[in-house]
């Protein structure tokens, strides 16, 4: 009964069909609910989409009431009066912006916390009911939320306790044991944390500690070369001494026989004068042996220049892996007032969500309202910028760049990211992943989910690259060619029943570490 009963309900409302439509994907919805989507009275504008799988349909389409399905629901309501949309005083609270509690029948209190093992809402006091009773102990209670569903196992409405390690993700007993994770080893959510924790504290660790290797051996080596340095300078000076040595003691000895040979010179007795000379040994030629002059390449300090050239070696060989990429890293903020109305902004301005709130009639729409995209207040004009989006288990989103905002022209809109030749982007969907550019489409080959989304715009090359940033692999290059400022633009895309309410998040780290200042003491 439950199967047939959801087959009969829209996928945006929740309840049951109203002169259904059936799109040419074959999804059904209310006519006032995909109208309401597509914020149109007709099918006349665009560009329209499936709420459930995304796809983009044709601008002129014709909206037809599915008389079968019609039919369908009708019949169901005669024989099921219960199922006709009559809710109970829980479910109509919980209809409502704020959640009551499920106990609080005759005067309905506000809930605080959600039951799990119940499915119930719970205001304080049922809430420390649960706590104090030993057959509620047991329980699972977390913070009040709409959709306690969402925090179950879809297959089997069991509550997610179990976490599989081979496929990574939260699942319920009944996956373990009789379902798709059959065999898989699992953990208990709390002890998989622990381990994730405990893991990334041990990347951490490993990480500083392979870099503290790597200042050990750079420190080693500058001590090394230091030392040769010193020891080079050293004997170079004893060397030095020393031939400044034997100089001094043959100027001694030459100026030593000058003052003799004046003395002589000076006699005026002829056989005293003979006589000092025959005692002197002064009457054969003297023979001193020259003053050599200290030949120059003994003193070219080679080996200090090639100390030098070994240093210059090492740091060409480092220079091949740096700057890495992370070095370009940017942490633009989003800009709230190209928003489309139906997206909210996060106070930071790193994340972008579906609106959680209703769009105030008041709230007039933005110049800027492209397939509910928001961009980023930073636009790059030249060199190298890259970043990243963290957009983990979000079904679908578009993430990419366009050269700004295109004002509108009468009755259209021209700034759809994609589908021009201003912006240039990356679709998911589903699992499935588009590179999108002029109203072109490539399917990409990605073996692992994206959880991140590079960006690396090269303006120099005019190229613009999307990576998977976790294991920084490339998924897809495009060619640019603008001259204009290119901004970075998200697109979260719509929300249908809590499925994609995910945020996009800017990823961005504090006290970001600039290369050029850091390597050259100025800006390029």
């Not at 009969?8 to 006032?32: A, E, I, N, R, W």
């Not at 009559?86 to 106990?103: E, N, V």
């Not at 916390?113 to 119940?118: A, G, H, I, S, Y």
């Not at 992943?433 to 959880?451: F, I, N, P």
């Amino acid at each position: 009964m439950g199967t047939i009963e959801e087959t009969l309900k829209c996928p945006v409302c929740q309840d049951f069909f109203t002169d259904p439509v059936t799109l040419h994907c074959g999804h059904d919805f209310c006519l006032t609910c995909i109208q309401a989507v597509w914020e149109t009275d007709g099918a006349d504008e665009g560009p329209l989409f499936c709420p459930e799988c995304q796809i983009f349909l044709p601008s002129g389409l014709t909206l037809e009431i599915n008389t079968s399905l019609q039919t369908k629901v009708k019949d169901f309501s005669t024989n099921e009066p219960s199922a006709a949309g009559l809710q109970t005083p829980s479910r109509a609270a919980k209809s409502s912006s704020t959640i009551h509690c499920d106990h609080c029948i005759e005067t309905p209190s506000v809930a605080i916390r959600t039951c799990l093992t119940c499915d119930a809402a719970l205001c304080q006091a049922h809430a420390l009911l649960h706590q104090q009773r030993s057959a509620l102990r047991e329980h699972t209670v977390v913070d009040v939320t709409v959709d306690p569903l969402s925090l179950k196992c879809r297959e089997h409405r069991d509550e997610l306790k179990l976490f599989c390690v081979e496929e990574r993700v939260p699942v319920c007993c009944l996956c373990v044991l009789v379902g798709k994770h059959k065999n898989h080893k699992a953990l208990q959510v709390s002890e998989a944390c622990a381990d994730f924790k405990n893991s990334a504290a041990d990347f951490r660790e490993r990480v500083s500690d392979k870099y503290s290797r790597i200042r050990v051996v750079l420190d080693g080596d500058e001590r090394l070369m230091m030392q040769v340095i010193d020891a080079e300078e050293t004997h170079m000076t004893e060397w030095l001494e020393a031939q400044r040595g034997t100089m001094e003691a043959q100027i001694k000895e030459i100026d030593s026989l000058r003052a003799s040979s004046k003395s002589l010179l000076q006699e005026t007795d002829d056989l005293r004068f003979l006589q000092q000379i025959t005692a002197q040994n002064l009457c054969d030629p003297l023979d001193l042996a020259p003053i050599k002059e200290v030949d120059r390449d003994l003193c070219d300090p080679e080996k200090l220049r090639a100390v030098e050239s070994m240093v210059d070696d090492l740091s060409v060989a480092l220079s091949q892996h740096f700057p890495r990429m992370w070095s370009y890293l940017s942490c633009p903020a989003l800009d709230s007032n190209t928003a489309h109305p139906k997206l909210e902004i996060s106070q930071d301005r790193k994340q972008v969500y579906w609106r959680r709130q209703p769009v105030s009639e008041a709230l007039s729409p933005q110049p800027y309202d492209s397939q509910y995209s928001v961009l980023a207040q930073e636009s790059f004009t030249s060199g190298q910028h890259y970043w990243e989006v963290v957009v983990q288990e979000k079904p679908y989103w578009l993430i990419g760049v366009t050269t700004g905002p295109v004002q509108k022209k009468e009755g259209q809109s021209t700034s759809s990211l994609g589908v021009n030749n201003t912006s240039w982007c990356i679709y998911h969907g589903d699992g499935q992943y588009l590179a999108c550019h002029d109203t072109q489409e490539k399917q990409l080959s990605v073996g692992k989910r994206v959880r991140k989304l590079g960006m690396l715009a090269n303006l120099q090359k005019g190229e613009l690259s999307f990576y998977d940033a976790d294991a920084m692999t490339l998924l897809h290059s495009f060619r640019v060619q603008c001259t204009e400022p290119l901004y970075p633009m998200l697109n979260p895309c719509i929300d249908v029943n809590g499925l994609n309410k995910q945020p996009l998040t800017l990823f961005w780290i504090k006290d970001r570490w600039d290369w050029h200042v850091n390597t050259s003491g100025g800006k390029e």
